[in-house]
Nanobody
């Protein structure tokens, strides 16, 4: 069982910045990858950023829409990931969801996906 608690959403003007936080608790040893998704009204949910937790040299991922503006980071000792969002645009307005993936990388863990409750990010023009 894994629980995800998100914070940091809010209203910001275009060009501004926000930092989202996602704290994981429970069987955090089982988490292989954490990331952020977003879903705008009338659109499908899309991956914004991801970062591996098991390996120390894993690569991060960003789609072209946020590359150069968003940065995902991790604090393994706190079981927390952050999403630093700079140069925000109105098109970034969406509900942002924290995601944690569990894979069968060890006998103790069964494959599963967990989601946070979502946090609203609104960028005004």
């Amino acid at each position: 069982q894994v629980q995800l608690v998100e914070s940091g959403g809010g209203l910001v003007q275009a060009g501004g910045s926000l930092r989202l936080s996602c704290a994981a608790s429970g069987d955090t040893i089982c988490i292989s990858t954490m990331g952020w998704y977003r879903q705008a009204p009338g659109k499908e949910r899309e991956l914004v950023a991801s970062i591996p937790l098991i390996t120390t040299a894993g690569s991060t991922y960003y789609p072209d829409s946020v590359k150069g503006r968003f940065t995902i980071s991790r604090d393994r000792t706190k079981n927390t990931v952050y999403l630093q969002m700079n140069s925000l645009k109105p098109e970034d307005t969406a509900v942002y969801y924290c995601n944690a993936q569990i894979t069968n990388w060890t006998y103790y863990c069964s494959a599963h996906t967990y989601w946070g409750q979502g946090t609203q990010v609104t960028v005004s023009s």
